[in-house]
Structures are given as structure tokens and as C-alpha cells.
């Protein structure tokens, strides 16, 4: 099952993919089955049930819509940092033997299609082509042979890194926190849709149409079953919450010279099976100008 949330005059809407057609309901609308965050919360069964009934609503444009994050407001996003080894090399950092775990906050999150913003303070504005797993069900101490039934589904990420905020300090928060830099999208897809842990997928990242990450989910240093595990083993993870997976080699600052992005990019993060997550770039001060 794929969905996406979506607002449209204001009111927000879940939309179920039905070979290629997008059928939804609002909120207030009779039958609205909640939004997906709800969903998942109440378990396997109420996803099931809402698409049996959005299989019957009306078709949805997403053109004439406008999409939101599939979770705008998960109680955790817990993203994993030098996860592949060709991005810990690049990066000049040895790779850990424990993954290097940060959070991002709800307020930096945006849609599919929504611009992410370069802000005033820094021309350093880095892209990071990442897999998300959204966690399906209470998860404290987990194995990592049972980790993969805790997740409800899969999305993609663009952790937008200010990189030179991110190295003001050794944690990295103010430098992944900025507002409107985490693209979250397109939409959201059940587990029971892709290969247990996305392995095998292809994950690539395109900056105006060139490709600039290409790798395989199969080269994470800890695959998904593994992040769940060790994660649990210190916190609860909750039904909502998104884990930001981490990224391969090919981003800006490693580059020669390096590659940020500026007002007028289009960033496009593929993975195969799940989606195309794609962001326009603007600088801040245009966009205020213009609102």
C-alpha cells in the first residue's frame, strides 16, 4: 500500500494509490479515516482498513494539491550519520563501530515539491539522499533477527546539512536543524511492498539532472534491522517515529571543488520501489521577498 498526505483548501487529506490513480478523502469528509500518523499508531489493521476505504473515495490530482510530509509530526526523527563507509572516508572520519546518532526536529520538515531553503547565514547548504523506516509498533529491546516487524513502511529522505554550522561544534544539531532543509516524501509505502530492510535498492541522488549519489542500501555499515536493534536497546521507539538512515559518498563538501546547492536547483533523491523525492532550492531571502 502506498499513501500520501495531502492538503487541499486548507484541510488536510491521506490518499491511497490504486494502480496509478490517487483516491482520498478530507478531513470531515464522511468515512476520512484519519491521518497516517493515527494509522499507524492503531496498528496493522487500521492502515488496512483505511485503504479499503479510500479504494472507494474519489480521485485525487496531487497537481492540484499540495503535499505534505507523510508524518508531519512524529514524536522522534532519529537520524544515523556515517553509515556508509565511502561517506565516513569522505568525510574524514574512521568509520565508527556504533552508529552516529542525531535527531532532527518537526520544524524542519518539508513536502515533496516544497523549496528548500538556502538560509541567509551560509552558502554551505549540502543534499543527503537517505532511506527512511518509519517505526509500526512499540520497540524497546528488540532483536536484531525480529527488528524488521517493527517497521510499519519506508520513505525517502534529503537531509539538507548547513555544513558549516554542522561543524561549528562536535554535535551536529544546529547544522541538520535549519527550517525547511529536511524534504520528506513523496509518499509513504508498507513494508509488505518492498524487500525486507529495502535491501537491494538502488538509491540515487541528482542535482539538476546529474547524478551525484549512487549507491545500494546493501552498502550500509548497519542495514535497518540493525539501527532498529541498537536503538532500542537504549529507547523506546514509538509507532510514528522516523529513523533517517543515512547517506553514501558524493556529497558537496567532499567534493572538489564543492557542490552546494543555491536558488534555482532542483534536487531529485531515487529510490527504487519507493519514489522520487524532488525539491526545488531557493534562498530564504527571495523567498520572504516574494511572500
Known sequence: MRFVSFKADDVVGLALDLDGAWHGLRDGDAGYPGDLLTLIRAGDAALAVAADVLKRAPVVD????????????????????????????????QQPDFPTIFGRFNSSLIAHGAPILRPEVSVQLDYEGELVAVIGKAAREVSEANALDYVAGYSIFNDGSIRDYQFKAPQWTPGKNFDDTGAFGPWF???????????????????????????????????VAKLIAILSSFMTLQPGDVIVTGTPSGVGVARKPQLFMKDGDI?????????????????????????
Request: proline share 8%; glycine share 8%.
Open 62 to 93: 496531487l497537481d492540484r494539491v499540495t503535499l505534505l510530509p507523510p508524518i508531519s509530526n512524529p514524536e522522534k526523527i532519529v537520524c544515523v550519520g556515517l553509515n556508509y563507509t565511502d561517506h565516513s572516508a569522505e568525510s574524514g572520519f
Open 189 to 223: 509505502v508498507t513494508s509488505d511492498e518492498l524487500p525486507p530492510g529495502c535491501a537491494g535498492l538502488r538509491l540515487q541522488t541528482r542535482l539538476n539532472g546529474h547524478v551525484v549519489q549512487d549507491a545500494s542500501i546493501d552498502d550500509m555499515v548497519f542495514p
Open 267 to 291: 534536487c531529485e533523491v531515487e529510490i527504487e520501489g519507493i519514489g522520487i523525492l524532488s525539491n526545488p532550492v531557493k534562498d530564504r531571502s527571495v523567498q520572504r521577498a516574494a511572500a
